[in-house]
């Protein structure tokens, strides 16, 4: 049975700059170490009851100005295009109700990990107060983000401090990034991810070591062919590199999803539609040669490491990734669920990152420390634990990614 888990080498190049925060350091090695063993820890999962949150997922916008083609809630048949912004902004959960929660986790014994993500994290009024806010309970911050603001906000993430920056890097220069990555009205983003990590390492030099800064690359079509070109025109400015093979489903598959899932609970799903796309990358031997190339590199002293996710090698293996929803590659089964809670701009809990039909509960009445082990959501563990995964699990960051 495979976990995803960081690359040991991206584990090794960056511990003296985590090891200098050991409330850090234990929250990363207990979140892995859970993973690892999972199955000791978890003797009786088919209960569905839960330990300690260890990783909140906060999508704490879903406004975002980019339009990624292989984003699923922006892009090619992303499940908002059919919203209103306004609308999505109103029903934003406060920045005050966001503190009350993260206190009421301390309090309860949950001192988890905080990932911020969107739609693009940066347009969420408060989010600076909000960084501020977890490192202050030394709940460790992370960030998923376009690179938007990041300039201006430099020092406040620095001195926070932030734990992890991960910017979205897509192509080695402008014309390709932006190309693939364009904005939803007038912009440079490449630009603005450039002067944004200038000036978090500027800042950083003089302060706290943190954040870890990481290159995010979702592969696509048009990229696959350079992804040593992303490495090195970028491997002077981040500590480490990620390559997702990215999310897809198929309509055969989202078909099958979709008796699955009402089957076990009721009603028929919709957000997975959104990852149905034609951005994925079909050279895989010329695919195959880029991640051999990279991983020449990285093995090089000194070094920048990299991961993927998921780590697969060779032209057989990728082109059953992007043409074979159906193989899973040994991840058979979730320990997500029993380790981390999403939370959706609008407050909806969810067990799941990236396909949250199902919802527990939400934030604005109730508190994660409530909703962890209620009846919903044991339900929902219960019956991935039992009855298997679903079609859709098959492409999920939860399953195959942090």
């Not at 609008?346 to 962890?372: F, I, M, Q």
Request: overall charge positive.
């Amino acid at each position: 049975m495979k976990r995803s888990a960081i690359s040991s080498q991206v584990l090794t190049a960056n511990l003296l700059r985590v090891a200098a925060h050991p409330w850090i350091l234990a929250k990363m090695s207990v979140l892995q170490g859970e993973k690892l063993f999972f199955d000791t820890l978890y003797p009786c999962s088919a209960r569905g009851h839960a330990r300690r949150i260890r990783q909140v997922g906060i999508r704490i916008t879903d406004l975002c100005n980019l339009r990624c083609r292989t984003c699923g809630q922006w892009g090619e048949r992303g499940f908002l295009h059919q919203c209103d912004p306004k609308v999505l902004r109103q029903d934003e959960v406060s920045p005050e109700r966001y503190q009350q929660l993260f206190a009421d986790l301390a309090e309860h014994g949950h001192r988890p990990i905080l990932y911020f993500w969107g739609g693009e994290p940066m347009l969420y009024r408060g989010i600076l107060d909000l960084v501020e806010a977890g490192s202050r309970l030394h709940l460790p911050v992370a960030i998923a983000t376009n690179g938007t603001g990041i300039e201006a906000a430099a020092e406040l993430l620095v001195r926070a401090p932030l734990f992890l920056l991960q910017i979205s890097i897509d192509g080695h220069t402008g014309d390709l990034h932006n190309r693939l990555r364009p904005s939803a009205g007038r912009g440079d983003n490449f630009r603005a991810i450039e002067s944004g990590l200038a000036a978090v390492r500027r800042v950083r030099a003089r302060r706290t070591g943190l954040p870890l800064i990481a290159s995010l690359t979702t592969i696509s079509r048009e990229n696959s062919a350079h992804l040593v070109d992303i490495y090195d025109g970028f491997r002077d400015r981040v500590d480490m590199f990620v390559f997702y093979l990215s999310w897809w489903i198929d309509e055969a598959d989202a078909a099958a999803h979709d008796q699955d899932f009402s089957r076990r609970f009721g009603f028929t799903p919709s957000l997975h539609r959104g990852w149905i796309g034609q951005w994925k990358a079909d050279n895989h031997a010329a695919l195959a040669g880029q991640i051999e190339a990279l991983l020449a590199r990285s093995r090089q002293p000194g070094a920048v490491p990299v991961t993927f996710i998921p780590f697969l090698r060779g032209e057989r293996a990728l082109t059953a990734y992007y043409t074979n929803h159906r193989e899973r590659f040994g991840y058979d089964q979730c320990v997500s669920i029993f380790q981390v809670v999403e939370v959706n701009s609008n407050g909806d809990v969810s067990p799941c990152r990236d396909y949250h039909d199902y919802v527990v509960g939400n934030v604005k009445t109730a508190t994660l420390s409530e909703l962890w082990n209620s009846e919903c959501y044991v339900a929902f563990r219960r019956s991935l634990a039992t009855e298997g995964l679903m079609p859709v699990c098959s492409r999920c960051c939860g399953l195959m990614g942090y």
